[in-house]
């Protein structure tokens, strides 16, 4: 009865070797978020997903990309790896609604990305 | 910007003692707050929260303390067990969300 689905778990690339991160979900939620979180860190949120609607967090790199081809379905794009940008990166849903984020979120196990 | 903040990174506890983490926030927008738990390889799940209109909210063995005028919350287990060592992350959100770094709760049986 998995809810929030993370593939693969544990993913090498090489710097700059463009690479992708999938989420799923089975909750049928219309809120999907991405966040990185470093060693000893908070989660950041990169952006998320209102429906159709992409959020992005202003600080958020243009080396960060998202796609949602449907409800179920998130994912994240790294088009250029740095050594900075491995870490743990966590895709979480909520039912959510406009107004904020007052909605539990549902995190997925996440993957942890090793940039070489 | 740290708006929200987890000054301890690690708490030690001894089973059937008390565990108090503790969550500080600098946003006075923020209205929503959240307790998250984490066990290693696992992603956080939610535990328990507070809306800014209340001061305590109790769910079993945990209870969640909110001091808006200090910008402080708590979050208090008892007794505390052997399988609620984890890592615990405070949330707040407003027109956002953001997490505290998580403190790392280790009870000792």
């Known amino acids: 009865d998995a809810m929030v689905i993370q593939n693969p778990r544990y993913q090498v690339t090489q710097f700059g070797k463009p690479v992708t991160l999938s989420c799923s979900q089975t909750?049928?939620?219309?809120?999907m978020y991405w966040y990185q979180q470093k060693s000893s860190q908070a989660p950041k949120l990169l952006f998320h997903y209102y429906d159709k609607d992409f959020n992005n967090e202003a600080d958020t790199p243009d080396n960060f990309q998202s796609r949602r081809p449907n409800t179920s379905f998130c994912f994240l794009d790294i088009r250029s790896p740095g050594l900075g940008d491995a870490a743990m990166y966590l895709c979480a849903t909520s039912r959510g609604d406009r107004r904020g984020y007052q909605e539990t979120q549902y995190f997925g196990p996440g993957t942890r990305l090793l940039v070489l | 910007d740290q708006q929200v903040k987890q000054n301890s990174p690690s708490l030690s506890v001894q089973e059937g003692r008390i565990s108090i983490l503790n969550c500080d926030y600098t946003n006075s927008m923020f209205d929503y707050f959240l307790w998250y738990k984490k066990y290693p390889a696992e992603g956080p799940t939610f535990l328990i929260s507070i809306s800014s209109i209340k001061d305590k909210n109790e769910d079993g063995r945990f209870t969640v303390f909110l001091n808006k005028s200090a910008k402080h919350l708590s979050l208090h287990i008892v007794p505390s067990q052997p399988g609620d060592s984890a890592v615990y992350f405070c949330?707040?959100?407003?027109?956002?969300?953001?997490f505290g770094a998580g403190t790392r709760l280790t009870v000792k049986p």
């Open positions: 949330a707040a959100s407003g027109n956002d969300m953001r």
């Open positions: 909750l049928n939620h219309n809120v």
